[in-house]
């Protein structure tokens, strides 16, 4: 089993900046790789950004240029880095882990942009 658990998240002003933490605990893994995802209220959630084991990233066209993924595997931790937030950024964002035998997420941590 593993636990994803996330944090960063908070209330910034639209053009502002936060990086989520999310820190993957527990029972030996093999990546296959990490993600991003964002839901906001009534909405479907929504691909954010994804990593590959090998480093490949992709991102949702609403954040191409401002939002970056990273890790540390040292750490079993990946980073979301978000800058010039917008008032469209607000969601509950959920880290993502899928392994060679099994698909994890956190708890999800919320995003508010204000405008």
């Known amino acids: 089993q593993v636990q994803l658990v996330e944090s960063g998240g908070g209330l910034v002003q639209a053009g502002g900046s936060l990086r989520l933490s999310c820190v993957a605990s527990g029972n030996s893994f093999v990546i296959k790789h990490w993600g991003w995802y964002r839901q906001a209220p009534g909405k479907q959630r929504e691909l954010v950004a994804v990593?590959?084991?090998?480093?490949?990233?992709n991102y949702a066209d609403s954040v191409k240029g401002r939002f970056t993924i990273s890790r540390d595997n040292d750490k079993s931790t990946v980073y979301l880095q978000m800058n010039s937030l917008k008032p469209e950024d607000t969601a509950v964002y959920y880290c993502?882990?899928?392994?060679?035998?099994?698909?994890?997420w956190g708890q999800g941590t919320q995003v508010t942009v204000s405008s």
């Open positions: 993502n882990l899928v392994t060679m035998i099994a698909s994890y």
């Open positions: 990593m590959s084991s090998g480093g490949t990233t």
